[in-house]
């Protein structure tokens, strides 16, 4: 089983994979909370703007996307919390102009065509060059930092944006930072994963976490957890058994997703029970509550 090692193209592409594992939960986890959890696709949408250009100015691909993606982001945040656009409006205005935006603009590219994309939108194993992993891990680093070394400050403004600026946080500062860091991750995911599904990666580990653990610090680290799991595994078995790599994780994550949430139900039925019994004592102990 190990032989695929022998490869650079499959090195390359485990090294990816298991970064990204890491950076997408790392920040999927923060969007959950926000109940941001289609950001992800939004962003993916405007960094295929960035692709393009990186094809029709002959640059890097990666680059540009990070810097349109990352320039999306911010003004997605900047019209949120102005009030003049609901989020929900801003999501679907990054939707639309960033992949009408990315088509028009490759067509434009000296012998462009949609097809050049495909690795892009789907992910593939087999493009993930030297200086793709020099990219990923940059981002990934960059992705961490912030996720990790901002956690609790990050956390407490997802939690409640007042009461974070009445206890004197940087709350737009730490929006914008937030989402720039959303657009790093989506841009760190898009050679394996693809970025139509991206923003899986980021929410689904969050969404199984949630199911098995009970605070902020475990949900992470049991995402993150998941996240290296499915995306490995899922590049793996795209080798052995020649399918996509991003539908396959995609699949994966779903359905340890399903066992995870299957395993955690009776769990969750027996604190139900336990805490069934404490409204009728508290009634037979207290006459006024029976009245």
């Known amino acids: 089983m190990l032989e695929l090692l022998d490869y650079p193209f499959m090195q390359r592409a485990l090294l990816a994979a298991l970064l990204i594992g890491v950076a997408a939960p790392a920040v999927g986890i923060y969007l959950v909370q926000r109940r941001q959890a289609l950001m992800g696709d939004g962003i993916g949408h405007v960094a295929l703007t960035g692709v393009a250009l990186g094809f029709l100015l002959d640059t890097s691909p990666v680059w540009m996307a990070v810097a349109v993606s990352s320039l999306g ?62 990219a990923i891990t940059f ?17 407490a403004v997802c939690q409640d944006e007042e009461f974070a600026r009445v206890t004197g946080l940087p709350v737009r500062t730490l929006n914008l930072l937030l989402a720039v860091t959303a657009a790093a991750t989506v841009t760190v995911a898009m050679r394996v994963v693809g970025l139509l599904l991206v923003s899986a990666l980021m929410v689904i580990p969050v969404v199984a976490a949630q199911q098995a653990t009970r605070g902020f610090a475990m949900t992470l680290a049991l995402s993150v957890a998941i996240g290296v799991l ?46 069934a019994p404490v409204a009728p004592a508290v009634a037979k102990a207290d006459p006024a509550v029976r009245s």
């Open 139 to 155: 981002l990934s680093g960059f992705v961490l930092l912030i996720c990790l070394g901002l956690r609790r400050q990050l956390f």
């Open 73 to 134: 982001a911010v003004a997605m945040e900047l019209l949120r919390s102005w009030g003049r656009a609901r989020g929900d409006i801003a999501l679907a205005m990054l939707f639309y102009g960033g992949m009408a935006g990315g088509v028009m603009i490759i067509n434009l590219a000296p012998g462009g065509s949609t097809a050049n994309l495909t690795s892009y939108l789907w992910g593939s194993v087999t493009t993930v060059s030297p200086s793709d992993i020099t």
């Open 230 to 275: 499915v995306s490995v595994s899922g590049t793996v078995t795209s080798y052995y058994v020649d399918v996509p790599p991003g539908a396959t994780i995609v699949l994966i994550a779903l359905g340890l997703f399903l066992l995870i949430s299957a395993l955690a139900l009776p769990l969750a039925r027996r604190r139900a029970r336990r805490a």
